[in-house]
C-alpha cells in the first residue's frame, strides 16, 4: 500500500512527534487539532500539507490515518473520522488503554477500512505539541494488536513504520493482553512514582530543603510524577483492574523485602542481587 498521505488527529506529544518523522520522511501530514493554539504552533513549523482544528473530508485523502487523541476521547475521534476515511486505508489508534474502546471501535468501523491497533511505547514527563521531535520514536518499542484478517497488512504497516520511525515492533495477540502487559512495564511505574512522590511530600515540613538536595535516585524514580496530571489519571482510571493486580503483587514484594530488613539480611542481599540482575535485561 503507498502511505503517500498520512493523517494525524491529535497533535500532541505523539501525534505531533509522528507528524514531525513523517514529514521529514517526505510525506504529506494532514494535522488536526481541536485546540487553535497547537494549530498556529503547528502551521508556525510549515510541514503540514493541510491542517485543522474540525475534522473534515481531507482525511479522505489519506491511507493511513493515525488517531492520537487523549485516551478517553479516542472513540469519539473514531466516531468523527469515519464518514470520511478512505476505502481500504489503514486507521490505527496509539492509546496505551484499549479496552475501554476497542470492541466498539470494531463494531463501527466500515467494512472496507482496516483498524489496526497500535501502541509506541515512547515519551518523556511532558506534554504538548511543543514538546514534541521527530527523534522520539528511534530504537523504542512500537506495539501493534495482532488483527488475522489483515495480517498482511499489519505486515506492511510493521516493515513502513521500522523503516521510517527506526522503530522495533512487536506484535501483541491481544487487547486484553496489552493492557496487562503496560499495567506492569509503564502503569505500575507511573503509580509508584506518584506514591513515591507523595510519601517525601509527608517529611517536607521536617525538611524544607528537599528539592535542593534530592539526587539523580530520587528524580530518576520519580520523573513519571511530572507527567500532565489529566493522562496519569486516565490512565490510573481505565486500566484500574490491571493495575490493581500488579499493584496488589507489588505491595506483596514490599512486604517480603521489608521482613527481610528486619529478620534476615542475607535474604535481603539475595533480592538485591537478583534485582541487578534482572534489571540489567533491560
Same mark, same amino acid.
Given at each position: 500500500?503507498?502511505?503517500?498521505?498520512?493523517?494525524?488527529? $491529535?497533535?500532541?506529544? /505523539?501525534?505531533?512527534?509522528?507528524?514531525?518523522?513523517?514529514?521529514? @520522511?517526505?510525506? =504529506?501530514?494532514?494535522?488536526?487539532?481541536?485546540? *487553535?493554539?497547537?494549530?498556529?504552533?503547528?502551521?508556525?513549523?510549515?510541514?503540514? +500539507?493541510?491542517?485543522? &482544528?474540525? /475534522?473534515?473530508?481531507?482525511? +479522505? &485523502?489519506?491511507?493511513?490515518?493515525?488517531?492520537?487523541?487523549?485516551?478517553? @476521547?479516542?472513540?469519539?475521534?473514531?466516531?468523527?473520522?469515519?464518514?470520511?476515511?478512505?476505502?481500504?486505508?489503514?486507521?490505527?489508534?496509539?492509546?496505551?488503554?484499549?479496552?475501554?474502546?476497542?470492541?466498539?471501535?470494531?463494531?463501527?468501523?466500515?467494512? !472496507?477500512?482496516?483498524?489496526?491497533?497500535?501502541?509506541?511505547?515512547?515519551?518523556?514527563?511532558?506534554? $504538548?505539541?511543543?514538546? =514534541?521531535?521527530?527523534?522520539?520514536?528511534?530504537?523504542?518499542?512500537?506495539?501493534?494488536?495482532? #488483527?488475522?484478517?489483515?495480517?498482511?497488512?499489519?505486515?506492511?504497516?510493521? &516493515?513502513?513504520?521500522?523503516?521510517?520511525?527506526?522503530?522495533?515492533?512487536?506484535?501483541? #495477540?491481544?487487547?486484553?493482553?496489552?493492557?496487562?502487559?503496560?499495567?506492569? *512495564?509503564?502503569?505500575?511505574?507511573?503509580?509508584?512514582?506518584?506514591?513515591?512522590?507523595?510519601?517525601?511530600? !509527608?517529611?517536607?515540613?521536617?525538611?524544607?530543603?528537599?528539592?535542593?538536595?534530592?539526587?539523580?535516585?530520587?528524580?530518576?524514580?520519580?520523573?513519571?510524577? %511530572?507527567? #500532565?496530571?489529566?493522562?496519569?489519571?486516565?490512565?490510573? @482510571?481505565?486500566?484500574?483492574?490491571?493495575?490493581?493486580?500488579?499493584?496488589?503483587?507489588?505491595?506483596?514484594?514490599?512486604? +517480603? %523485602?521489608?521482613?527481610?530488613?528486619?529478620?534476615?539480611?542475607?535474604?535481603?542481599?539475595?533480592?538485591?542481587?537478583?534485582?541487578?540482575?534482572?534489571?540489567?535485561?533491560?
Amino acid at each position: 500500500m503507498n502511505f503517500k498521505n498520512i493523517c494525524i488527529v $491529535g497533535l500532541g506529544l /505523539i501525534g505531533g512527534s509522528l507528524s514531525k518523522a513523517f514529514a521529514s @520522511k517526505g510525506y =504529506s501530514v494532514y494535522g488536526f487539532d481541536y485546540d *487553535i493554539e497547537t494549530i498556529n504552533i503547528a502551521k508556525s513549523e510549515g510541514i503540514f +500539507s493541510h491542517l485543522s &482544528n474540525e /475534522i473534515d473530508s481531507n482525511v +479522505s &485523502n489519506c491511507d493511513l490515518v493515525f488517531v492520537c487523541v487523549s485516551i478517553e @476521547k479516542t472513540l469519539d475521534a473514531f466516531k468523527a473520522i469515519i464518514p470520511y476515511l478512505k476505502e481500504n486505508c489503514i486507521v490505527c489508534d496509539v492509546a496505551s488503554v484499549k479496552s475501554h474502546f476497542f470492541n466498539e471501535v470494531i463494531k463501527i468501523i466500515p467494512k !472496507k477500512v482496516n483498524f489496526i491497533s497500535t501502541h509506541p511505547m515512547a515519551g518523556t514527563q511532558y506534554s $504538548g505539541y511543543k514538546n =514534541s521531535f521527530k527523534e522520539i520514536f528511534i530504537d523504542r518499542p512500537f506495539l501493534i494488536i495482532k #488483527n488475522e484478517k489483515a495480517r498482511h497488512l499489519v505486515d506492511e504497516l510493521s &516493515n513502513f513504520l521500522k523503516t521510517n520511525l527506526c522503530v522495533n515492533v512487536y506484535l501483541i #495477540n491481544s487487547v486484553h493482553e496489552h493492557d496487562t502487559l503496560v499495567s506492569l *512495564i509503564s502503569h505500575l511505574p507511573m503509580f509508584i512514582a506518584v506514591s513515591l512522590s507523595n510519601t517525601l511530600k !509527608k517529611y517536607n515540613q521536617d525538611f524544607p530543603y528537599l528539592n535542593l538536595v534530592a539526587g539523580p535516585g530520587f528524580k530518576d524514580t520519580s520523573r513519571l510524577a %511530572l507527567q #500532565n496530571p489529566n493522562f496519569t489519571y486516565s490512565i490510573f @482510571k481505565l486500566n484500574k483492574e490491571e493495575i490493581s493486580k500488579v499493584v496488589d503483587s507489588y505491595f506483596d514484594t514490599l512486604a +517480603s %523485602l521489608r521482613e527481610f530488613l528486619e529478620e534476615d539480611l542475607e535474604a535481603l542481599r539475595s533480592e538485591i542481587v537478583a534485582a541487578r540482575e534482572f534489571r540489567g535485561r533491560f
